[in-house]
């Protein structure tokens, strides 16, 4: 066969492929959002679940995902941001700081099932936090640390080098100048990463089984009292998250509307996740804005 | 006048201390992630490793014994039905992601670079978005009724896993493979070009073997990702304990009959040793992930 001929079969073969890529992800959301959409309404969004009659809802799920997602936050960022900083800015080349980097590498491979069950042992169990929302916020700061650790870096290496030397020419010490030279030009894509991760904590549910529990106890929202069993804002409450409810109710689902409930839970995670995306972008550009004197 | 210069510190001392906040606060976070690394290996190893030194179930009988039957009389804690399981699925979601991510990288960077860039990239983003519940659902409400209407039987089973595996993969390897082929200096493929060669002869023989240490890593590191996940192949595989004969057969994975077992078992019991023992496996599996990762980094280096 000519060449040129297995040039066109070969481009119109990638080409197709590519393309059908595009299709499955195109059926992959009109499948969920046209299956499940008709499912919410308000009603759906605000109310406890039925286990046994139809008509039930998602609230207090959907309660706690936002609940925990806010406690992992305030994890992970001081942590995550700190142990990046540290990496770009303070690590010389060396055989710790390999180490160190593959530590990051090696906890972000782990599946998320055995950093579940590791919190399952020692933060449910050793620590006596039982299931409860804090064992899974910690459980899904160890999920989502490297993550966050790598996006750090990758931001405060971003920074131009100018802007540092700046700094040390002006005899600034050198948390001085992270703190108010590097952050506020690397904060753009750190809260972009922040988001991004966010979204991944948002969908997460293997970690979250062993160490938030699998049911939520009947939430009383106008108890606003934190030590209260059955206020919503008591951390050492279990809580069952949407991921985890989403696969509770497939698995093993018995009222008769399992099928619509789980249609109309997926279709919420998805929009909340790509909320989460497009916000990412737009909020990273408007602090970029904010911070810098571009236009 | 007086009294204020007195109260400020000297500069010198300042800087000190901003120096040394720094440094602590940042090297704390650090030495924090290592401690949590070792923790995760220490914890899971010691009740992993509980199984064979303290209920004396030996190694070989779990790695190679057929039949789980913990319940059993005698009970019988093989778990081949799980790792084969483990290990198939992993495999064939690779064979047909693979390919099919090459395509799309190639697409973005050597077919249509720019456009094709814009079309694709938050295709694969909204790909990795996806929550791995939510493909759980997908293929229990599309795939296993569509293969179930294909070929009878029930449906679950290694094919709907590894189906379902391959889709959540695909951003994985497709954006590592990208980050490769961009990578690429252009002068490569020009001198190519001019020597006369069509696209597809410079893809081929060109840039592939340049890039293929690189491709790799991105199929090893989405076979990790398949290897470990749990929920969405637990909701399709249909979870028998069985090894695989077939590929429309109910099986289990590692994953799996952990995600199952491990709520209705007591800390402690054999049955619930064996199953911290098959997180240890999970837990090798990534070493040897991560080691192939780095030794496929390094020849992509030379």
Known sequence: MKAKTVDKIATSVIVVLALFIVVLLLGLLGFILIRGIGQINWHFLTSAPQLLKGGGGIGPQLFNSIFLLVLTLIITIPLGWGGGIYMAEYAKPGRITSFIRLVVEVLSSFPSIVIGLFGLLLIVNTFGLGFSLLSGAMALAIFNLPLMVRTTEQAFRAVPKEQKEAGLALGLSKWKIITSILLPVALPSLITGTILASGRIFGEAAALMFTAGMSSPPLDFTDWNPTSPRSPINPLRPAETLAVHIWKVNSEGIGPDSKEIAAGASAVLVLLVLAFNLSARWIGRVVYRRMTASK | ?302
């Open chain 2, 1 to 302: 006048m007086n009294n204020k210069l007195k109260s400020r510190r000297p500069l010198r001392e300042k800087h000190y201390w901003e120096e040394w906040t720094g440094r602590i606060y940042t090297s704390i976070c650090v030495v924090f992630l290592i401690v949590v690394m070792f923790s995760i290996v220490y914890f899971v190893a010691s009740k992993g490793l509980s199984t064979f030194f303290q209920d004396g179930v030996s190694l070989s009988e779990f790695l190679s014994g057929k039949t789980w039957n913990p319940a059993g009389e005698p009970a019988a804690y093989g778990a081949l039905p799980f790792i084969t399981g483990s290990f198939i699925t992993t495999f064939l979601a690779a064979l047909i992601a693979s390919p099919l991510s090459l395509c799309a990288a190639l697409f973005m960077t050597e077919i249509v670079p720019g456009k094709g860039k814009k079309i694709l990239q938050p295709a694969i983003e909204l790909l990795s978005g996806i929550p791995s519940v939510v493909y759980g659902f997908i293929g229990l409400s599309v795939i296993v009724p569509l293969l179930r209407s294909i070929f009878g039987g029930a449906g679950v089973g290694i094919a709907a896993g590894c189906l379902v595996l391959s889709v959540m993969i695909l951003p994985t390897v497709t954006s590592i493979m990208a980050d490769a082929l961009s990578a690429l200096p252009k002068g490569l493929r020009e001198s190519s070009y001019a020597l006369g060669a069509t696209r597809w002869q410079t893809i081929y023989r060109v840039i592939i073997p340049t890039v293929l240490p690189a491709l790799l890593t991105g199929i090893v590191l989405g076979m990790a990702r398949a290897f470990g996940e749990a929920l969405a192949v637990q909701m399709v595989i249909g979870n028998a304990p069985h090894v695989p004969t077939s590929l429309l057969e109910s099986a289990s994975t590692l994953t799996s009959v952990i995600t199952l077992s491990m709520g209705n078992t007591t800390m402690g019991s054999v049955h619930n040793n064996a199953l911290w023992s098959m997180a240890l496996v999970l837990l090798v599996m990534t070493f040897v992930f991560v080691i192939l990762v780095r030794l496929l980094e390094r020849r992509n280096r030379v």
